[in-house]
Every structure is written in structure tokens, then in C-alpha cells.
């Protein structure tokens, strides 16, 4: 799961484009650990848009009798 949503990401890219504030006051002001996070949602805004923020999600689910087969094979 991901810590923080589309919208949050694509919020904090906006500040950081449209404002002089730097990626380390911004991690400050919203409580990110690491500037390298919001540097690659920039990165990404830029090549992608706005999908390139999308928290992305697994496209298979496996039940638990196919993972214990896994296991055991």
C-alpha cells in the first residue's frame, strides 16, 4: 500500500513548480523522510503527468491455496 495518495503527490509537485520553496523545506513542511521521494514524483510528473503519480497496484491475486502450492513446489 502506498504511504501517500495521488493527490498528495501531485499537491507537493505543484508547490515545488510553482514556488521558490526547496525539496528539503517541503519534506519538512509535510512530514516526507526523504527529499528523494519528492525529486522522483517531480521526475515523474514531468515525463508522465499526472498518471506517473498513480499509486500502482498489483494486477493479480493469488488465494491462498496457489501461494501454498508455491511454497511447497
Known sequence: MSKFSKEFKFRVV???LNS???I???ARKYG?????????WVNQY???GEE???V???TFIYDG???VNVLKW
Open 14 to 16: 505543484q508547490e515545488y
Open 20 to 22: 521558490s520553496v526547496g
Open 24 to 26: 528539503g523545506q517541503l
Open 32 to 40: 516526507i523522510k526523504s527529499d528523494a521521494s519528492i525529486l522522483k
Open 46 to 48: 514531468q515525463v508522465f
Open 52 to 54: 506517473g503519480l498513480e
Open 56 to 58: 500502482r497496484r498489483p
Open 65 to 67: 491455496s496457489f501461494k
